[in-house]
């Protein structure tokens, strides 16, 4: 069964730091570009960072870039998201997403809660 | 960024109607567009991807049209697991992938 199941989250105040982590299976993982894609519980979604099959080229939205860093373990299937100088407004569910078919996002996570809070 | 504009923001109708959601966007995209589902507490699940195209196991009533900056998921006829939040996606922008606001389909 093709998987993708996030962790890594919990309550942090502004300024920590958080790592997610998503492990897949089910799927060459190494094939296939990945996401991070967040919400903000009854918003809408968000996209938050894009990282190719071997991890050399990565991109982010205006709102994270030089605070978080996507990063992957292709030998250990797992992707990551570095999350530094945490926000108040970061709080939000993050979701892995597998880029694939022309990279739209065909296989999710359920998400892992991130709180952001004095 | 490529801004995308969903509506309405919430459609009320009854199992069996047939229910039309759009999406614009605020510049022309091609084709490059998706649309997803959401229910209460589940990840998002891809529908249609490039417009028009139904992604793997999803059923024929749903479709989508359109190209440019307008359009449209046509759910033929409604069944009760079709309720849901719907929201799309441009991937134009590959460097700034951009989802609407997402239209909610609730029970009349």
């Known amino acids: 069964e093709v998987q993708l199941v996030e962790s890594g989250g919990g309550l942090v105040q502004p300024g920590g730091s958080l790592r997610l982590s998503c492990a897949a299976s089910?799927?060459?993982?190494?094939?296939?570009?990945m996401h991070w894609v967040r919400q903000v519980p009854g918003k809408g979604l968000v996209w938050v960072s894009r990282?190719?099959?071997?991890?050399?080229?990565?991109i982010y939205a205006d709102s994270v870039k030089g605070r978080f860093t996507i990063s992957r373990d292709n030998a250990k299937n797992t992707l990551y998201l570095q999350m530094n100088s945490l926000r108040v407004e970061d709080t939000a569910v993050y979701h892995c997403a597998r880029g694939g078919l022309l990279n739209y996002m065909d296989v999710w996570g359920k998400g892992t809660t991130v709180t952001v809070s004095s | 960024e490529i801004v995308l504009t969903q509506s309405p923001a919430t459609l009320s109708l009854s199992p069996g109607e047939r229910a039309t959601l759009s999406c614009r966007a605020s510049?022309?995209?091609?084709?490059?567009l998706a649309w997803y589902q959401q229910k209460p507490g589940q990840a998002p699940r891809l529908l249609i991807y490039?417009?028009?195209n139904r992604a793997t196991g999803i059923p024929a009533r749903f479709s989508g049209s359109g190209s440019g900056t307008d359009f449209t998921l046509t759910i033929s006829s409604l069944e009760p697991e079709d309720f849901a939040v719907y929201y799309c996606?441009?991937?134009?922008?590959?460097?700034?992938?951009?989802f609407g606001g997402g239209t909610k389909v609730e029970i009349k």
């Open positions: 089910g799927f060459t993982f190494s094939s296939y570009w």
């Open positions: 996606q441009q991937r134009s922008n590959w460097l700034a992938l951009t």
């Open positions: 510049q022309s995209i091609s084709s490059y």
């Open positions: 490039d417009a028009s």
């Open positions: 990282s190719n099959n071997d991890g050399s080229s990565t």
